[in-house]
């Protein structure tokens, strides 16, 4: 860590650094935050945030990570309604081996337990998404929501105060008038550098439903948010208004056969988004066509093989993640069992499709009894989109090279790695004589999964993010 810690103490965030070639190899290392620093740098970090690995509550596990637009910030929200904001040092000649390592940069609390007495309903503070908006000044902003209120959040730094005031003390104190004698023109001292969070604008009542994603559009000045049945469309100035321009909500409750589960806005034309639903259907809608978007555009989905009906069919096929490609051209899905590539101008059947841990199909039974068969996992392009990345279990993820048709299974442990260790490839042996690398699908931890990863928009550089902890890898350093 950059500054320099005498008294360890309980907490740590572990954060590993790897490696993509044609084949990737990973390289780890370990960064320790501690709560407690007796010589620290000059950045103040509100450490009662950070918890002990050893005894992580649920509050703990992380729910959502996020690069911003330049990759120099890394955000992540947890299950306990707060947000960690780690920032990317700089190179140093000196210590080559350390390029790009992240540092935790702020902390605060986005959101706390609410209850909604007319419905008699708890409201929990989990981070379900962090959106970055593009940086315009020297403060950074974000968008976090939880199940009901998405919060605008701006990041900035102070290394000044002003000192000298007239009418009060130091310490913020109003002077009695009667003892001021003199005026003092007041100065500007430099102070120690304090990273603050603020709430800037607070955008709730909208929804009637858990909000599942926001996505903000290319024009920078609105955004979007989802729940299972309606799509509102904000603008950021605007708190007290939003405008519905999606609604699949029956009028009889009783007929309803889906739900939305994730949307997006194409990263280029501010009037174009998509949505997926439960039923593993996608959804292209323009804004130019209608105010209300319930008449899609352009319908995405693939045909279901008779053969292949099982009593899980529906379950496994529900779409949890949707993204735009960096260019605009292709889609990216994930449902249970697999990632598919679309193109937009071809909407009968995915251009790609690749096999997650299709070793699991013969385990439905016993995933839908755990309720894993729900898990919800999300999925990322890199900078080139020439390399996907999606989670599995036993902290298992997934890199699929489109041009080469490669494919790697790696690990983010911290007990198989030592630092600035190269991860080696895994491989889950299905039935038969096991090799000595490989692992019995019947030998994997359901309870340890990846749902959460993020890539740096222009850089080798990935996030994993691991119940309560962090894994960052990149290219390896020679």
Partial sequence: LAPKIRKLNSWCISVSVAVKKKQPHLRKIVIFVFTSF?????????????????????????????????????????????????????????????????????????????????????????????????????????????????????????????????????????????????LRVPVVRPMDLMVEATPRRVFSNAHTYHINSISVNSDYETFMSTDDLRINLWNLEITNRSFNIVDIKPANMEELTEVITAAEFHPHQCNTFVYSSSKGSIRLCDMRASALCDNHSKFFEEPEDPSNRSFFSEIISSISDVKFSHSGRYLMTRDYLTVKVWDLNMESQPLETYQVHDYLRSKLCSLYENDCIFDKFECVWNGSDSVIMTGSYNNFFRMFDRNTKRDVTLEASRENSKPRAILKPRKVCVGGKRRKDEISVDSLDFSKKILHTAWHPYENIIAVAATNNLYIFQDKVN
Wanted: charged letters at 35%.
């Fill in 38 to 182: 007796e010589e620290s740098d000059s950045r103040k970090i509100n450490n009662s945030f950070l918890r002990d690995h050893n005894y992580a509550t649920e509050a703990d596990i992380i729910s959502t990570v996020e690069f911003n637009s330049t990759g120099e910030l890394l955000a992540t929200g947890d299950k306990g309604g707060r947000v960690v904001v780690f920032q990317r040092e700089q190179e140093s000649k000196n210590q080559p081996h350390r390029r790009g390592e992240y540092n935790v940069y702020s902390t605060f609390q986005s959101h706390e337990p609410e209850f909604d007495y007319l419905k008699s309903l708890e409201i929990e503070e989990k981070i379900n998404k962090i959106r970055w908006l593009p940086q315009q000044n020297a403060a950074y902003f974000l968008l976090s929501t939880n199940d009901k209120t998405v919060k605008l959040w701006k990041i900035s730094e102070r290394d000044k105060r002003p000192e000298g005031y007239n009418l009060k003390d130091e310490d913020g104190r109003i002077r009695d008038p009667a003892t001021i004698t003199t």
